[in-house]
C-alpha cells in the first residue's frame, strides 16, 4: 500500500536521479573531456531548454537555470526558483553582495526574441529584486550585465511602423524593429542611457534583406523586420559600450555620452561595411556575446572576446541556414584604431564540427582558460588559453536530447547557502537494514553529513558520510523508525539540520534506479557515472 502511494505520488516528469528529492529532473551532462588538472575549478552556470517546440518527449525535462561543479556534479536545481523561460543565468556581485539572476519571461523561438524581466536572488536562494526596462518597454532575454555593482545593461526589441520601400518592402510591409539598449540603476529603476539603433544604423546594413526566414518580412508588428538583432553589450572604463549585431554580422562601438558610432568591425570582407582591414581576412557572423577583454593605455588598442556561429537559422528564401566558416568557435580580436587593422589573436573552433545556428557565448575565465557554449546545439567546450580542449559536455543525453538547446554558459566562483531545508529519505530494507539519503539543493558548503537516530525524544548518533555529490547514501545494519541529519562544514560547524523524518518501506531497490518518467528507461545513469569515474 505505501508502495502504490509513493510510486502514484510521483511527478511526471522526475527521473529518480535522487531518492530524497524525486521531484528532481537535471539534466544529464555527458562529459566527453574532462582533464582535471588542467580544467578550471569554478562552477559550471548554464539554462538549458529544450528546442523542440511543445515536444513535451525532449529533453531537458525541466528547463532551468542549474548550476553544476566543473566535474558535472548538480549543485543547485533553479527548475521553479525562477518563472517560466529562462535564459543568461549568472552570478554577479550587487551592493557587496554575492547574487544570481536570469532572464525570466516568454520566447518566441521563431525570430528568437523574448519579452519578459530580470530576477536577482542572494546566495540563500531568495528573491531581491525583479529588474524591468524603462520608458515603457519590455526588455528582451539576450543581455543583462552588470557594471560596477550599481548598473545593468538591458536590450529591448522594439517594433516600430516605418516605410520600409527602399529596403525592397510593399505598401503592407511597414514593421522593422528598433535594436535598443538601456544602462539601467539597479536600485531606482532609472534610465541613465538609452540607445536605438535606427537613430544610427541603416537597415541597408544588414545581412538579413527584408523577407528572408527568421529576420521576418515586416507585415505586423509581430514579424517586424529584424535588420540588426542586437545579442549583446559592454561598457568599457572609458564609458564607451560594445555592441554584437547578429543580422549585419557587426561588432559597434559606441560613444558613451553621443550615442554615435565611434567604429564598426565588420564581419564579413566584400560584404559588411567595416572601419578595419581584417588582417588575413579573417570573417565572422551572426556571432554574440561581445566582451571588452584589455585596452591599450592609450585606448587606442582594445582586444574583444566574442562568439562567432558563423550560421544563421532558416534564413536563407529555400529555408537554409546561411553558413559562413565551416564550424563555429570563440574568437579574441585586436582592434587597432591607429593603423585601423583587426587581427585574429585567438580562435577555438568547435570540437565534432559543431556549427551553432543560433545563440551562444564565449567567456574567458580568471584562470586564462576559455568556456564556449555551443549555443542550439546543446554544449560546451573548456580550452586552456592556447586552444587544448579540457572539457567538454553535452547538456543532456540519450536519444531524447538532440533537441537540447542553452544561450549562454558561464563559470564562476559561488557560495550557496540555501534557505530551504535539508531533503533526507530514510528507507528500511527488506533486510533490516536503513539506507539514508540525504541533499541540500543548492549548498556549496557541507563536506560530511552526521545522521542521528531520534528516539523517545533524545537524539543518538548513527554514523557519519563525507559528502559525495548532490545527494550523499548512509547504509546501517539495523532498522531505524526515526532520523534527523545535520550538514557539517569544513570547520566542523553545523550548518544546518533537517527535520525529523520517519522511515519508510524501501520500494525500489537502491542501486537499480528506474526512470519512472513518462519514457521507457533507456538510459543507466549509474552505468554512465561508472564510466565517467572510470
Ligand atoms: C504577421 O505576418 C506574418 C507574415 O506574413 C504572418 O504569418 C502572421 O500570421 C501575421 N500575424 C498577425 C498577428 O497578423
Ligand atoms: C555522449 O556523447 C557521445 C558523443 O556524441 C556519444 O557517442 C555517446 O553515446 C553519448 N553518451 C550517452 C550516454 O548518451
Ligand atoms: C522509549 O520509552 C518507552 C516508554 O517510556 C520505553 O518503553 C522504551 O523502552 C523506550 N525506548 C528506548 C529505545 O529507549
Redesign the pocket.
Known amino acids: 500500500m505505501l508502495g502504490a502511494l509513493l510510486l502514484l505520488a510521483l511527478p511526471a516528469y522526475a527521473d529518480w536521479q535522487y531518492r530524497s528529492r524525486p521531484d528532481l529532473a537535471p539534466p544529464k551532462l555527458n562529459i566527453t573531456v574532462y582533464d582535471a588538472e588542467k580544467v578550471s575549478p569554478e562552477y559550471l552556470f548554464i539554462a538549458p531548454f529544450t528546442g523542440a517546440p511543445g515536444n513535451t518527449f525532449h529533453k531537458p525535462r525541466q528547463s532551468a537555470p542549474y548550476i553544476f561543479t566543473s566535474d558535472g556534479e548538480l549543485v543547485w536545481s533553479g527548475y521553479g526558483a525562477f518563472g517560466t523561460w529562462n535564459a543568461n543565468f549568472q552570478a554577479a556581485r550587487y551592493k557587496d553582495d554575492d547574487v544570481l539572476f536570469s532572464f525570466e519571461g516568454d520566447h518566441n523561438a521563431a525570430y528568437g526574441h523574448g519579452h519578459g524581466h530580470h530576477t536577482v536572488l542572494n546566495s540563500n536562494y531568495d528573491l531581491v529584486k525583479e529588474i524591468r526596462a524603462g520608458n515603457h518597454k519590455i526588455t528582451d532575454k539576450h543581455e543583462f550585465h552588470i557594471k560596477d555593482e550599481k548598473t545593468a545593461l538591458i536590450e529591448i526589441y522594439q517594433p516600430v511602423p516605418r516605410n520600409l520601400a527602399e529596403f525592397g518592402g510593399s505598401e503592407e510591409q511597414q514593421w522593422i524593429i528598433n535594436a535598443i539598449f538601456q544602462e539601467l540603476d539597479l536600485d531606482t529603476g532609472e534610465v541613465l542611457f538609452e540607445w536605438a539603433s535606427l537613430d544610427h544604423v541603416s537597415p541597408a546594413e544588414s545581412v538579413l534583406p527584408l523577407n528572408e526566414g527568421e529576420a521576418?518580412?515586416g507585415?505586423?508588428?509581430?514579424?517586424a523586420w529584424d535588420y540588426f538583432h542586437i545579442n549583446s553589450v559592454d561598457k568599457d572604463d572609458n564609458g564607451d559600450y560594445l555592441l554584437s549585431a547578429r543580422d549585419t554580422a557587426s561588432l559597434y562601438k559606441i560613444d558613451g555620452k553621443t550615442g554615435e558610432i565611434l567604429w564598426k568591425l565588420g564581419g564579413i570582407p566584400g560584404v559588411t561595411s567595416s572601419s578595419f582591414k581584417n588582417v588575413d581576412d579573417f570573417k565572422f557572423g551572426f556571432q554574440h556575446h561581445a566582451r571588452y577583454v584589455w585596452t591599450s593605455e592609450d585606448g587606442k588598442k582594445q582586444i574583444i572576446s566574442f562568439f562567432d556561429n558563423s550560421a544563421h537559422g532558416t534564413e536563407d528564401k529555400d529555408g537554409s541556414q546561411v553558413h559562413l566558416n565551416k564550424i563555429s568557435s570563440g574568437k579574441i580580436v585586436e582592434v587597432d584604431t591607429e593603423k585601423w587593422e583587426a587581427k585574429l589573436l585567438r580562435n577555438y573552433p568547435a570540437p565534432y564540427g559543431i556549427r551553432a545556428k543560433s545563440q551562444g557565448s564565449t567567456h574567458l575565465l580568471k584562470s586564462g582558460n576559455v568556456l564556449v557554449n555551443w549555443g542550439s546545439e546543446g554544449s560546451v567546450t573548456e580550452y586552456t588559453a592556447d586552444g587544448e580542449i579540457v572539457f567538454h559536455a553535452f547538456l543532456d543525453s540519450d536519444e531524447f536530447s538532440d533537441k537540447v538547446q542553452n544561450y549562454r554558459a558561464f563559470k564562476f566562483d559561488w557560495h550557496g547557502y540555501p534557505s530551504e531545508s535539508v531533503a533526507v529519505l530514510s528507507e528500511i530494507t527488506d533486510d533490516d537494514e536503513t539506507i539514508f539519503y540525504v541533499s541540500w539543493n543548492g549548498d556549496t558548503e557541507t563536506k560530511k553529513w552526521r545522521f542521528h537516530a531520534v528516539q523517545n525524544g533524545s537524539k543518538k548518533l548513527l554514523g557519519e558520510t563525507e559528502r559525495t555529490g548532490f545527494e550523499t547514501k548512509l547504509k546501517i545494519n539495523k532498522p531505524v523508525e526515526r532520523v534527523f541529519v545535520e550538514a557539517i562544514d569544513e570547520s566542523a560547524n553545523v550548518l544546518a539540520s533537517s527535520d525529523d523524518v520517519l522511515s519508510v518501506e524501501q520500494v525500489l531497490p537502491a542501486e537499480k534506479k528506474s526512470d519512472t518518467g513518462i519514457l521507457p528507461p533507456k538510459f543507466n545513469y549509474f552505468q554512465w557515472r561508472l564510466q565517467k569515474d572510470n
Open positions: 521576418g518580412s507585415y505586423n508588428s509581430s514579424d
